[in-house]
């Protein structure tokens, strides 16, 4: 197939209305952990723009209270006071981690400014008493892994970065094991 360029959907939707068949469709979808651990975090990015939908879609909880996240407000136009890292920047400096590493996507998560300031600068085990006793419960609504409370940065943002990958196949009801990435089943639980 032709690599996708913008000249190639008119072409292909001419086809399309003319023969019945193109490729307007036939576009690479695979999603790889290194999309997620690698890539920043920059509100004007369509990376991060497909992320936050992803999150958003996953119906974030509240860490401290489980209340869910107000996400009308979350996806406002030029609203960046929801979106923070779940390793807090100030604490993983103090370790070394380079500034690039710091802001990957895999370590964003949507919580609101509120319950941000009360986390803190500080490591997930130390934040964590200040969560809801059922932070556990609420981490799947981020699609975060509890190893989180361990605070091994590298091993959470691997671990992380390949749920969110499952996430995303999920979402696009295609199986990554398969061969060509084709649908399957759509998962009814999967909100659209």
């Given at each position: 197939?032709?690599?996708?360029?913008?000249?190639?959907?008119?072409?292909?939707?001419?086809?399309?209305?003319?023969?019945?068949?193109?490729?307007?469709?036939?576009?690479?979808?695979?999603?790889?952990?290194?999309?997620?651990?690698?890539?920043?975090?920059?509100?004007?990015?369509?990376?991060?723009?497909?992320?936050?939908?992803?999150?958003?879609?996953?119906?974030?909880?509240?860490?401290?209270?489980?209340?869910?996240?107000?996400?009308?407000?979350?996806?406002?136009?030029?609203?960046?006071?929801?979106?923070?890292?779940?390793?807090?920047?100030?604490?993983?400096?103090?370790?070394?981690?380079?500034?690039?590493?710091?802001?990957?996507?895999?370590?964003?998560?949507?919580?609101?400014?509120?319950?941000?300031?009360?986390?803190?600068?500080?490591?997930?085990?130390?934040?964590?008493?200040?969560?809801?006793?059922?932070?556990?419960?609420?981490?799947?609504?981020?699609?975060?892994?509890?190893?989180?409370?361990?605070?091994?940065?590298?091993?959470?943002?691997?671990?992380?970065?390949?749920?969110?990958?499952?996430?995303?196949?999920?979402?696009?009801?295609?199986?990554?094991?398969?061969?060509?990435h084709k649908s399957i089943a759509r998962d009814p639980e999967v909100p659209l």
């Open positions: 197939m032709a690599r996708k360029t913008l000249s190639l959907d008119p072409r292909e939707a001419k086809k399309l209305r003319e023969v019945g068949q193109s490729n307007l469709g036939g576009f690479d979808s695979a999603v790889v952990s290194t999309m997620f651990s690698e890539r920043r975090f920059l509100t004007s990015s369509v990376d991060t723009k497909t992320f936050v939908l992803m999150l958003a879609n996953s119906r974030p909880k509240s860490l401290v209270s489980g209340s869910e996240t107000q996400i009308g407000r979350v996806m406002s136009a030029g609203n960046r006071s929801e979106f923070h890292h779940i390793f807090p920047q100030s604490f993983l400096k103090s370790v070394g981690i380079d500034q690039a590493r710091v802001s990957c996507l895999a370590n964003f998560c949507i919580i609101s400014a509120a319950d941000n300031k009360r986390i803190g600068g500080k490591q997930p085990s130390v934040y964590r008493s200040k969560l809801s006793t059922s932070v556990i419960a609420y981490l799947p609504s981020h699609i975060i892994p509890d190893s989180l409370f361990t605070d091994d940065f590298s091993s959470f943002i691997e671990k992380r970065s390949h749920a969110l990958v499952a996430a995303a196949y999920k979402l696009m009801a295609r199986d990554p094991d398969a061969a060509g």
